[in-house]
């Protein structure tokens, strides 16, 4: 169940700072570099070494908890989460888009050694955004991200942001591998809320 959770926060992170990044053109670096670095750990042995430490996924469980709780600022987060969760069930059957972005990924994991991080982490996410329209923008329902033109008309962003929708169709990946559904969602609230919990204690 804890593993679950972190996977289901994975998602409503990543959601959370594709709102911030399309609302107020900023976002949480922290969260989104473990956001980022999620995408480059397709084969990591446990859930821990997909996102490192729990606070590093605090904003999403933070956001989850919220979500769970009824409170309305997180409602386009939340939309975009569900949207991710459709996908997700496409894609787990989509064999060649799935090897598509897992090749795709090895390169661009290589990218930019040499860069100081900052610059590396946008090197990357470029080359995200690009691999993110070139296959994952092809699965309907495509998620339509809301927000102020003045930030989505930045290049930067709308690749943090399809990079930050990639990440979050990960953690949607991981969720239902490890055995997280629909009627979990819906009948299991009160057990995520409480190992949500748990997991803002440890972080």
Known sequence: ???RTMALAGVFQATELVRQAACHGTWSGFAATCCLNSLFRLEADSIESVYGEVSKLRLGVETLLSVLSGEPRHVDA???SVGLLQIERKFKRLSDVQRTIG???????ECGKNLEQHEREDLQAQQIS???????SNIEPRIVVNGKPQYLQVQRTVDWVRTLLMAGLRSAFLWDQLGGG???LVFGRRNICREA???LSES
């Open 1 to 3: 169940m804890k593993q």
């Open 78 to 80: 939340l939309r975009y």
């Open 103 to 109: 090749e795709g990924l090895e390169r661009i994991r």
């Open 130 to 136: 690009e691999l993110y329209s070139q296959s994952i």
């Open 182 to 184: 629909r009627l979990e």
């Open 197 to 199: 919990k748990e997991l």
